[in-house]
């Protein structure tokens, strides 16, 4: 009995050294991007100025990880306060390179936030993300819309889906292309929407501080339309 009982207490006690240990490497982030327009995947969210004086815009997030898994929140808001969005999303890194998101999107507030199931403004999109690997440093991405308000003209599901490719040319510049393979009303139709180049950079302000910036150089060649993008994060 007294054997049984230390198995036990064993037990317990390595269950809640791991709790601890698993507690211990979660940690909680937040931070913003600013950037001087929201574009997302070669479409211009800020339609309400006219184009091309599209607004700078805050887009903030907050995220929790613990082991292999992120929750969070990202936001965006342009300086007008023509543009707002509030996503929720979760992530699980299987490996280094590859990647399962979950995305809960809202950018309409036609109706209530919490409002979920028939009509609601939410869509629901799944994303295997695979970075690449130092000797090949191609990513790809396959992003498709599941569930919600990402409906068919006749009102049924449209899964909408978008795929983009990218290539590393340096370790702070990268091409990319990417497009809709389903003729769906959330892409306008089937067709490449989203080609371009970014670039990071990290100005030093000081010895201990140093901005990451980014430019975007892209275009949406379904629309005819082109974008310079300027970001910082902070």
């Keep these: 009995m007294k054997s049984y009982k230390k198995m036990i207490s064993k037990g317990?006690?390595?269950?809640?050294?791991?709790?601890?240990?698993?507690?211990?490497?979660?940690?909680?982030?937040?931070?913003?991007?600013?950037?001087?327009?929201?574009?997302?995947?070669?479409?211009?969210?800020?339609?309400?100025?006219?184009?091309?004086?599209?607004?700078?815009?805050?887009?903030?997030?907050?995220?929790?990880?613990?082991?292999?898994?992120?929750?969070?929140?990202?936001?965006?808001?342009?300086?007008?306060?023509?543009?707002?969005?509030?996503?929720l999303y979760a992530t699980y890194v299987f490996s280094s390179a590859l990647s399962l998101t979950l995305t809960d999107y809202n950018w309409g507030f036609t109706k209530s936030y919490f409002k979920y199931g028939s009509g609601t403004d939410h869509i629901f999109e799944a994303t295997l993300a695979y970075t690449g690997s130092e000797s090949l440093p191609l990513s790809a991405s396959l992003n498709t819309m599941f569930a919600g308000a990402d409906k068919t003209s006749g009102g049924d599901q449209a899964f909408s889906t978008y795929v983009e490719l990218g290539y590393q040319l340096a370790s702070n510049a990268k091409v990319f292309v990417g497009g809709a393979p389903l003729n769906t009303p959330m892409y306008g139709g089937a067709g490449v929407t989203n080609i371009g180049l970014k670039v990071s950079k990290a100005i030093e302000i000081s010895d201990k501080f140093s901005l990451p910036v980014y430019g975007v150089a892209g275009a949406n060649p379904s629309t005819g339309d082109a974008f310079l993008v300027l970001g910082i994060t902070l």
């Design 12 to 87: 317990i006690l390595t269950l809640v050294l791991a709790a601890s240990a698993t507690v211990a490497s979660a940690q909680f982030s937040v931070g913003t991007d600013i950037v001087s327009s929201y574009v997302w995947r070669g479409f211009k969210q800020d339609l309400s100025v006219t184009a091309p004086s599209q607004s700078p815009n805050f887009q903030p997030y907050v995220s929790y990880t613990v082991g292999s898994l992120t929750l969070g929140a990202w936001g965006s808001s342009s300086f007008t306060g023509t543009v707002k969005e509030v996503d």
